[in-house]
């Protein structure tokens, strides 16, 4: 069985970065294509990034592309999500989730498994 387990969120300042991890245990990434989705009270969870099993197609949301940036890194089986130039728009629950597809998909149903998320927080 698929477990991923999210690190990295926390309290960070208006323009300041944070790098989210997930870690899978149970599958190899490589195997996966990845996803981090976000999610605040009362709306639905939106893709924020996606990269297919072989790390070479990412995709991006429109909200934060030139900000975020998604990589996987097959050694340490993980994946993660650098963001930089963080705004207050950006502070949410942030949750890793993962599906063998031959695509990048974009919608939370299409993904199997998830993990328990990391909270964001932007704020001066």
């Known amino acids: 069985q698929v477990q991923l387990v999210e690190s990295g969120g926390g309290l960070v300042q208006p323009g300041g970065s944070l790098r989210l991890s997930c870690t899978i245990s149970?599958?190899?990434?490589?195997?996966?294509?990845m996803g981090w989705f976000r999610q605040t009270p009362g709306k639905k969870r939106e893709i924020v990034a996606g990269i297919n099993a072989s790390g070479r197609v990412t995709y991006t949301a429109d909200a934060v592309k030139g900000r975020f940036g998604i990589s996987k890194d097959n050694a340490r089986n993980t994946v993660s999500l650098q963001m930089n130039s963080l705004k207050p728009e950006d502070t949410a629950v942030y949750y890793c989730?993962?599906?063998?597809?031959?695509?990048?998909?974009?919608?939370?149903?299409?993904?199997?498994?998830w993990g328990q998320g990391t909270q964001v927080t932007v704020s001066s």
């Open positions: 149970g599958g190899t990434v490589s195997s996966y294509v």
């Open positions: 989730a993962g599906v063998r597809s031959q695509i990048v998909p974009r919608l939370q149903d299409e993904y199997d498994f």
